[in-house]
């Protein structure tokens, strides 16, 4: 199967990585010149355009900062949509919007091609790696097709359902993750202020019932001060806002969600847009005039764990 990626960035820099790794045929486009550049050395063909990639491949995955440019690579004069053909595979790995992805899907569909939803989970070190999660919907065949591809983008790969349904449970996991983040900030300063070592509290919290995956990975990086996330208050604006959006088209009434998005507004006019998103705990450290260090925690997160053929869970 010959793959073609569009986008690589932060995450999907390195999920590509991994199927040129793994010795797939790999065909890449980005607007930066230096990471296609990259691609190149290592062994991968380049596109002139997301027209002639899609012309070149059978599986074309996108991986996109957000629905605008996702919307613009795809329906462009130059775009996927105008180089697919019948049986073709649109992958899409961006966090995006569910009627988006369905209103995308059916230009796809004239074309007698097929679009399945497949963001992932689990940070971008576990992308670096091959050991983040990935949820995928739509049709079930075209699932079992590319799971040989998924299983080396990541380790617990999940097919959630109808297409737009991988999408929906990312936005949930996602704001699930920024709220977590909000709680730590809190309770990092009652630590702090109690005079408990920070360093004992991490471990903790780590074997208690208020351990979580954000605790385990982004509690590190504050702790040592980089705040090195590989994410930033941006991606998380536009993920929480994203949740918020959906409850309200479903009429949903939320008490947490509404705060979650002001605070991350505060956080991105403080700090800017490409500040690190974990640093949405200085808030509460500026406040109250304490800092959250600690000796013998990383900079940046690095997945330990060895990487392993993907499997659905």
Known sequence: MKIGFIGLGNVGGKLANSLL???????????????????ANKGAKISNSAKELATQVDLIITCLPSTK??????????????????NKIWLEMSTTDESEIKRLAEKVK????????????????????????????GQRNAFEKILPVLSVMGRKILHTGDLGSATILKVIT????????????????????????LAKVYKGIAVSSGNSFVHETES???????YNIN?????????????????KKLNSSLEISPLIVKIFKDGKKKYGSRAWSSMIVKRLEDLNKIDFRSKGFPSELVDNEPEEKGYEI
């Open 21 to 39: 790794r793994n010795k797939f045929d790999l065909t890449v486009r980005d607007l930066d010149n230096n990471l296609t550049k990259d691609f």
């Open 174 to 197: 996602n704001y699930l993750a920024s709220t977590h983040l909000v709680a730590l900030g809190e309770a990092w300063t009652i630590a702090k202020k109690s005079n408990l070592d």
């Open 220 to 226: 590190q990086v504050i702790l040592n001060g980089s």
């Open 110 to 137: 004239k074309k007698k091609a097929i679009t399945l939803d497949g963001p992932v989970s689990g940070g971008c070190h576990r992308a670096a790696t091959g050991n983040i999660a990935i949820f995928v919907g």
């Open 69 to 86: 440019v996702c919307a613009e690579v795809m329906e462009g004069e130059n775009g996927i949509i105008s180089g697919l053909s019948e």
């Open 231 to 247: 994410f930033t208050m941006d991606l998380v604006l536009k993920d929480t806002g994203l949740f918020d959006d959906l409850a």
